[in-house]
């Protein structure tokens, strides 16, 4: 029987291909590896890092810099739209200098 503290959790790089952030799970753990992610503002030191639901993770890529917050785990490497259904962007939710 699983352990349902591991259930809650997912591997960052594998979390990172589902949500489409990287075309392949190794360019996912590159990503990692060469200190583009971040998570909860400190530097993802491992691709088998886990995460959970909630956690706030930074990619600052080549193609996108994002800020998101974790809203599910995958199952699969889905289409756009179901990867967008993992996360938050918090990137377009943070207000400009201009508003309140």
Known sequence: MADPAKAERQRLDKWLW???F???R???ARLVAEGH?????KRAEAPAKGILVGD???VAAAHVTALVRVAGLGERRGP???ARLLYVDLTKAEPGPDQP
């Open 18 to 20: 589902f949500a489409r």
């Open 22 to 24: 990287a075309k392949t």
């Open 26 to 28: 190794s360019l996912a």
């Open 37 to 41: 992610v971040r998570v909860n503002g």
């Open 56 to 58: 706030v993770v930074t």
């Open 80 to 82: 756009a739209p179901e």
